[in-house]
């Protein structure tokens, strides 16, 4: 992905480039007016000429009008570009997180993903709008107004050039020591963010199990956290304005006593006094604009830093060959695992187009790590899987996920309607394919019974539905996706066992040419599969089908004892 700042460059910088002169010629307009009122002083009011000071005045009148023009300019073109940016990053990193793969997804808490796309787009946001509004005119007016001072009385330079030498100093510690804190501050926000995410998702626990003063609790530590970093940071750099002030103070008082003592030596003017005192207060404006704007500068740096992490990661690999309609799948050999641990060990499988193959174990065995290996969210530490005898490390991500359909346990629905939530997986899908697909599912006679039948809104994640209606209307979406596998990761565990043998009744009379690849601790579940694979500690403990199986696995004669309450050895 080419670089997302040097995009932003180069679409904005002309609106930037004309919002900077049009800063400038506002800056040297307001830099040109103490000069007019030393004028006003010296020329018009201590020689009593009221045509001078009409004159001068109206000069003023006119210079600030202008100055005016150029700097509602000079705002229109800073909004334009700052919101710009953000439009666009905002886009970016959204479609940025929809391309990452799923092991560099997973390695981010969901709240650091959301303070990224949300909090540190903004702090880039008001950066650019400050820096285009006010900061880029700061060291304009800070060099401005030395120059000007300059030209009106050398020697009153002396006591600028004085002020930027412990100004510069201060302003590096500044950053040395904020730099890090913000990051800081950063991350117990994006704790903070998690937490409460995490909590709105599982409100319903927490009320189930009347746990709210422990989530309070919880809350609250986060929530100190957060502050303590936050007054932290500011304790920290709090220290620097106050420095800065008595500088910049110590130089006025420089400036009003030696002014003094050259109005009773020389030929110093009163008026040079009023100009002198205009060109130290910009002067010291622009100081105190250019710490606020170093403060926005150091959030902003904080997020660009966190920002880049997320696009510096690799996309998904789309390159690949091209995926053919499904014949034979084999595992060979195949090993994975998270964090060095190994998960699946020396798995070897195979599948055949129309076959339906289950996979039971116990919890943590590895049956749904096999599903990410399938759909290559994760790749083989070793060994592979071979898709029509094309190893599927070859094969291109987005092609081969559209020949498998994938429905999971807790499937997302979203707060659309049931038609819309079903065209999610085919957006062009016909009303018959629709009443197809929810037919198969056992979806259509609840769904006719909802109060605007396929128009009813679901709410999130589909809070008026029961978890059995949940999960049929996320199978009759991932069957209208019409791939050539589908799989079933323990995505009925919801329903009641007749209404899941109907479902299992209907994949094969309507879709016999579906190879169905079943994930499920329930035995009922699967009786019928034409072959099961029985996992035990992450290995391949057996083949076969139901009966051959109770003859021959004592991990799934085990199983099949603890959930029927049968003693024998056959059904």
Not at 206 to 222: A, P
Not at 264 to 284: H, L, P, T
Not at 364 to 388: C, F, R
Not at 530 to 553: A, C, F, M, P
């Amino acid at each position: 992905m080419q670089e997302p700042w040097q995009v932003y460059y180069k679409k904005y910088r002309k609106s930037a480039f004309i919002g900077i002169m049009f800063l400038i010629i506002e800056s040297l307009i307001d830099l040109s007016l103490p000069n007019l009122l030393s004028k006003v002083v010296d020329q018009g009011i201590k020689c009593n000429r009221l045509d001078l000071i009409i004159n001068y005045g109206l000069m003023m009148i006119a210079l600030t009008l202008v100055g005016a023009i150029f700097a509602v300019g000079r705002n229109i073109k800073a909004t334009e570009v700052s919101y710009g940016v953000e439009v666009d990053l905002s886009q970016d990193i959204f479609n940025k997180i929809l391309r990452l793969q799923q092991a560099d997804i997973d390695s981010f808490d969901e709240g650091s993903l959301i303070t990224r796309a949300a909090n540190d787009v903004l702090q880039i946001k008001i950066f650019l709008q400050t820096f285009l509004r006010i900061f880029f005119k700061a060291p304009v007016m800070a060099v401005g107004s030395v120059l000007m001072a300059s030209l009106l009385y050398p020697p009153m330079a002396l006591i600028f050039i004085a002020m930027i030498i412990p100004i510069s100093l201060l302003v590096y510690l500044n950053v040395r020591i904020a730099v890090p804190l913000f990051y800081q501050l950063q991350h117990k926000l994006e704790k903070l963010n998690h937490k409460i995410q995490s909590t709105l998702l599982g409100i319903k626990v927490v009320r189930s199990f009347n746990r709210y003063l422990y989530e309070e609790e919880h809350f609250e530590k986060y929530n100190q956290a957060y502050s303590h970093a936050y007054k932290n940071t500011k304790k920290r750099i709090a220290i620097f304005f106050p420095l800065i002030n008595f500088v910049l103070y110590s130089a006025m008082l420089a400036l009003l006593l030696l002014s003094s003592y050259w109005i009773r030596k020389s030929d110093f003017e009163v008026g040079y006094i009023v100009a002198m005192v205009a060109y130290f207060q910009q002067f010291f404006l622009a100081i105190m604009v250019t710490m606020r704007v170093f403060d926005r500068s150091l959030k902003a740096k904080s997020s660009k830093v966190r920002l880049d992490a997320v696009f510096a990661l690799e996309d998904v690999d789309q390159s690949g060959n091209s995926v053919t309609e499904f014949e034979h799948l084999e595992c060979k050999a195949l090993n994975f695992g998270y964090g060095g641990k190994l998960v699946l060990k020396n798995i070897n499988f195979e599948l055949k187009k129309g076959q339906f193959t289950a996979i039971i174990g116990a919890t943590g065995v590895g049956k749904t790590s096999i599903v990410k290996l399938l759909t290559k969210e994760y790749s083989a530490l070793n060994g592979n899987i071979y898709y029509n005898n094309q190893p599927l490390s070859a094969l291109n991500a987005r092609e081969l996920r559209k020949r498998i359909a994938v429905v999971r346990q807790n499937d997302i629905i979203f707060s659309g309607s049931v038609s819309e939530n079903l065209r999610f997986a085919k957006q062009d899908a016909s009303e018959n394919e629709l009443n197809r697909v929810l037919k198969i599912a056992e979806a259509d006679k609840f769904v006719a019974n909802l109060a605007k039948q396929k128009q009813t809104l679901l709410g999130r994640n589909g809070v008026k539905l029961s978890g059995g209606q949940r999960q049929r209307i996320a199978l009759a979406r991932a069957l209208l996706k019409a791939g050539d596998i589908l799989v079933l990761d323990d995505s009925t565990s919801s329903l009641d066992n007749l209404t899941e043998q109907k479902i299992l009744s209907n994949l094969k009379n309507y879709c016999s040419d579906l190879t169905l690849i079943m994930i499920a601790q329930k035995i009922s579940s699967i009786k019928t599969a034409d072959q099961i694979i029985v996992l035990d500690d992450g290995k391949v403990d057996s083949i076969g089908n139901h009966q051959q199986l109770l003859e021959t696995s004592a991990v799934y004669r085990a199983i099949y004892h603890s959930q029927t309450g049968a003693n024998d050895d056959t059904e």
